[in-house]
């Protein structure tokens, strides 16, 4: 009895984490890829700021930082349609982008807190996917406290 409950237990730890794996990536297969263009999130230098000095670009630069930039574009997203579609948004920004990485949790929390605000905390949890490991579940755990 005791040889069979271990198998079982081996076979699971085994096989729960390749179909973990490949339900997310079969997840984000069905993702429609081409409804942003690269230009939405692209950043430039303007010219008059490419000559000055990098402590002058930094205290005269009015352009915010790119994950700014994302962070109010998902905000928006998430009001206007749902929390999963923001997070699918952060995934795929963050995948075009790998600088944006850095930011993810950050992002991915801010967007739990604000689903919690717009939807509850029940229904926010629902729209959780495993984006930035757990952050989006942590900013809905941080507004039900």
């Not at 096989?15 to 081409?34: E, F, N, R």
């Not at 930039?69 to 699918?88: C, H």
């Not at 967007?111 to 717009?118: I, M, N, P, Y």
């Not at 905390?121 to 941080?142: E, I, L």
């Amino acid at each position: 009895m005791n040889y069979t409950a271990r198998r079982i237990g081996r076979t699971l730890a085994l096989v729960l984490p390749v179909v973990l794996v490949l339900s997310g990536t079969l997840a984000v297969t069905h993702v429609s890829w081409t409804t942003q263009g690269p230009s939405d999130s692209t950043l430039t230098a303007s010219s008059s700021n490419a000559s000055s000095p990098a402590g002058e670009d930094a205290k005269n630069n009015k352009r915010r930082a790119p994950e700014e930039v994302l962070r109010t574009k998902l905000l928006s997203e998430l009001q206007e349609k749902d929390p999963g579609i923001a997070l699918t948004h952060l995934q795929q920004a963050i995948h075009e982008r790998p600088s944006l990485a850095k930011h993810c949790v950050s992002l991915a929390r801010s967007l739990g807190e604000a689903a919690v605000r717009a939807y509850g905390p029940n229904r926010a949890q629902s729209f959780a996917r495993p984006v930035c490991d757990t952050a989006y579940a942590t900013g809905v755990a941080t507004m039900q406290g």
